[in-house]
Nanobody, 120 residues
Framework: QVQLVESGGGLVQVGGSLRLSCAAS????????LGWFRHAPGKEREFVAG????????YDLDSVKGRFTISRDNTKNTVYLQMHSLQPTDTAVYYC?????????????WGQGTQVTVSS
């Protein structure tokens, strides 16, 4: 089992920045990819970014490329999502997730989510 706890969400103005963190515990994360998803009201949940154990990154959304950066610190079992130039369309609950191998779906473990609200 893997437990995931997100933090760092909040209210930010358009153009601002936030850094989300997700602390993992429960088992060794060797070979586990960590990912970030978001779910906005009235929309389907979407994969934002993922990172493998060795640091290979993937971003599915064209809208976040160049603005969001995923990273991880394996010594702290923590994954981060640095977000810049935030827009109202980035408003959502952001979830951290884990799975064996890097992919944009099929994640087995999920955090409880952290709200990000971008005000205009």
């Amino acid at each position: 089992q893997v437990q995931l706890v997100e933090s760092g969400g909040g209210l930010v103005q358009v153009g601002g920045s936030l850094r989300l963190s997700c602390a993992a515990s429960g088992r060794a994360l060797n070979d586990y990819a960590l990912g970030w998803f978001r779910h906005a009201p009235g929309k389907e949940r979407e994969f934002v970014a993922g990172i493998s154990w060795i640091g290979v990154r993937t971003y599915d959304l064209d809208s976040v490329k160049g603005r969001f950066t995923i990273s991880r610190d394996n010594t702290k079992n923590t994954v981060y999502l640095q977000m810049h130039s935030l827009q109202p369309t980035d408003t959502a609950v952001y979830y951290c997730a884990a799975r064996l191998g890097l992919a944009s779906s099929g994640y087995s473990y999920w955090g409880q989510g952290t709200q990000v609200t971008v005000s205009s």
